[in-house]
């Protein structure tokens, strides 16, 4: 399903779109509770941010069909509430186009009391890394250089952001990690909530993300030597 967001809020989009970008991407929903979430209430400017980068966006409930994902560019994994979580053949099915080589963006959330934590876990146990604490800290700062995703951001507001240990980190609250060179988890859905959208460098990191996931990654030029590439990538992070 192809959304049409905000023309006003397309502008930084385009400005940071690169010249060669992914056409397609597979959105895995989370339902839309509380309106977070690509295509939902609470996150317009996300939505119209990354429709921006993409020739098309799809969105499907689950990633039970590992045909149907071979068959876009790039993934965007959404949280799925506070008790949702992978079943097994959707964990086998995000290491195998892992391994693809191809760009995945994961959201996890803060972890209050047991809410998420399930879902928090899947998400290292996919990465390669583990679940440190929840962030007190509202504004985080950058530590950490991306040719795209630190682009013109000094900090960003989290609402009590989840933390992690691995991956490299990009800011002094290990919230926002990239796992090899195409996995990026983001452990709170509020940096790219319309809520906070003006809070902080929060539209620019929240358009960058949109921006990275579209970007082609240098690689063999033969599809076989990306998928090397993605598995060799896998396993480190394992």
Not at 79 to 85: A, E, H, K, M, V
Not at 234 to 238: G, N, S, V
């Given at each position: 399903?192809?959304?049409?967001?905000?023309?006003?809020?397309?502008?930084?989009?385009?400005?940071?779109?690169?010249?060669?970008?992914?056409?397609s991407?597979?959105?895995?929903?989370?339902g839309?509770?509380?309106?977070?979430?690509?295509?939902f209430?609470n996150?317009?400017?996300f939505?119209?941010?990354?429709?921006?980068a993409?020739?098309?966006?799809?969105?499907?409930?689950?990633?039970?069909?590992?045909g149907?994902?071979?068959?876009?560019?790039?993934?965007?994994?959404d949280?799925?509430?506070?008790?949702?979580?992978?079943?097994?053949?959707?964990?086998?099915?995000?290491?195998?186009?892992i391994?693809?080589?191809?760009?995945?963006?994961?959201?996890?959330?803060?972890?209050?009391?047991?809410?998420?934590?399930?879902?928090?876990?899947?998400?290292?146990?996919?990465a390669g890394?583990?679940?440190d604490?929840?962030?007190?800290?509202?504004?985080?700062?950058?530590?950490?250089?991306?040719?795209?995703?630190?682009?013109?951001?000094?900090?960003v507001?989290?609402?009590?952001?989840a933390?992690?240990?691995?991956?490299?980190?990009?800011?002094?609250?290990?919230?926002a990690?990239?796992?090899?060179?195409?996995?990026?988890?983001?452990?709170?859905?509020?940096?790219?909530?319309?809520?906070?959208?003006?809070?902080?460098?929060?539209?620019?990191?929240?358009a960058?993300?949109?921006?990275?996931?579209?970007?082609?990654?240098?690689a063999p030029?033969?599809?076989?030597?990306?998928?090397l590439?993605?598995?060799?990538a896998?396993?480190?992070?394992?």
């Open positions: 399903m192809k959304r049409v967001g905000a023309a006003s809020v397309l502008v930084l989009g385009a400005m940071l779109a690169p010249t060669a970008a992914a056409q991407l597979l959105v895995s929903y989370s839309g509770t509380g309106g977070k979430g690509y295509g209430s996150t317009e400017y939505t119209a941010e990354v429709d921006a993409f020739d098309s966006v799809t969105m499907t409930a689950n990633l039970n069909n590992l149907q994902m071979m068959s876009y560019d790039a993934l965007l994994v949280q799925r509430w506070r008790t949702g979580s992978l079943n097994a053949t959707e964990m086998a099915n995000l290491e195998a186009f391994a693809t080589g191809r760009k995945v963006v994961i959201f996890g959330e803060k972890v209050e009391g047991n809410w998420w934590q399930n879902w928090n876990t899947q998400v290292m146990q996919i890394g583990h679940l604490t929840a962030s007190n800290q509202d504004i985080v700062n950058v530590v950490g250089a991306d040719a795209i995703l630190t682009q013109g951001v000094e900090s507001r989290t609402v009590g952001a933390t992690v240990k691995g991956g490299t980190a990009f800011f002094d609250r290990n919230f990690t990239m796992w090899g060179a195409n996995v990026l988890t983001v452990m709170d859905t509020d940096v790219v909530d319309d809520r906070y959208w003006f809070d902080q460098d929060n539209a620019v990191f929240s960058n993300i949109a921006t990275w996931l579209a970007a082609p990654i240098p030029s033969s599809a076989m030597g990306l998928g590439v993605g598995l060799a896998l396993r480190r992070r394992r």
